[in-house]
């Protein structure tokens, strides 16, 4: 038996690592990214903002100025403060260290973002994951049924969801809420809130065991790599404690400082990505044999036979797109596409159709 293999644990020797497919010379739908660049405008001011940057200092552990913004400008409750992360990721990976109790579960409707199941398992804690309703909505019931029996420390609710889109109706939401009170906490993972219809920030004085959870990545910075979630202060006190001293480097705290001064830019974005996501919706649609799932985030899931063979043609034709037909069995024969430019989505769709002719 070898060193690694006696000293690494079992459960990390039985996993992959995260795979992130190389989309050189590719046209990439495959991240939900927003796919607008920076204004001209902006970029030498962006640039001169960055060159000021002292790279030999720490960050200011705070990061007072970088939070006062993002409450001014996300509609943090007043009284409400947020904590940062390296990505939601990063935040995830904190929640689980901080519940990491003996015996404790969590739970998620699936199929859903893998980092909730990652995270946990990684602390040690049971991923207990609850499969969605045939129309990938929540399974009520069976989400009651499951936090009565496993009494999960946190209990996760994308919304919009990945890799569906689905958009859980808030009265169902809310009941959840209810029903985890005397039992964990609810984190709410509004990661796509900038193309929804709605949020649960509003409501957070209202809960003391609610999170809610985002990021500035779909928003068009998902190269900074920078998460936030509020809660309320005595609990995000308690999980501050676990958060890496400077987990935010310097750049990106300048970086964000800046752009979320220009916050109409990415909103202007925000709505195009919402106009063109219906477009597309509409498209594929139109298209024979192809099933467009409704979504209320900046990309699309459809449904298509042979999807396996259908996405390596479109591979060959330079589209990456997402390939999520063996993430659950409610997603057989299921691909994401990202929602892109109009450009961007015509070549897909002129792709997709070329493809389906062939086969």
Known sequence: MSLISTIIRPEILAQSSYHVPDAHNMVKLDAMENPYPLPDAIKAEFGAHLAHVALNRYPVPTYRLLKDKICREFGIPAGFDV???????????????????????????????????????LAGMEFVGVPLSEDLGLDMSAMLAAIQEHRPALLYLANPNNPTGSWFDEADLLQLINAMSDIGLVVIDEA?????????????PEFAHVIVMRTVSKIGLAGLRL??????????AEVEKVRPPYNINVLTAAAAEFLLDHMSIFDEQAHKLCVEREALIKELQSIKNVHAFPSKANFVLIKIENSEQIFKKLLARRILIKNVGKMHPLLTNCLRVTVSTPEENRLFIDALKATLLEA
Not at 192 to 204: D, H, I, V
């Open 227 to 236: 998460g936030y979630m509020s809660a309320a202060p005595e609990l995000l």
């Open 83 to 121: 904590m940062l992360g390296n990505g939601s990721d990063e935040l995830i990976s904190m929640l689980s260290i901080a519940c990491a109790k003996p015996g404790a579960k969590v739970v998620a409707p699936i199929p859903t973002f893998v980092m909730y199941a990652i995270s946990a398992q």
């Open 192 to 204: 796509y809130q900038p193309f929804a219809p709605s949020s649960m920030m509003p409501r957070l």
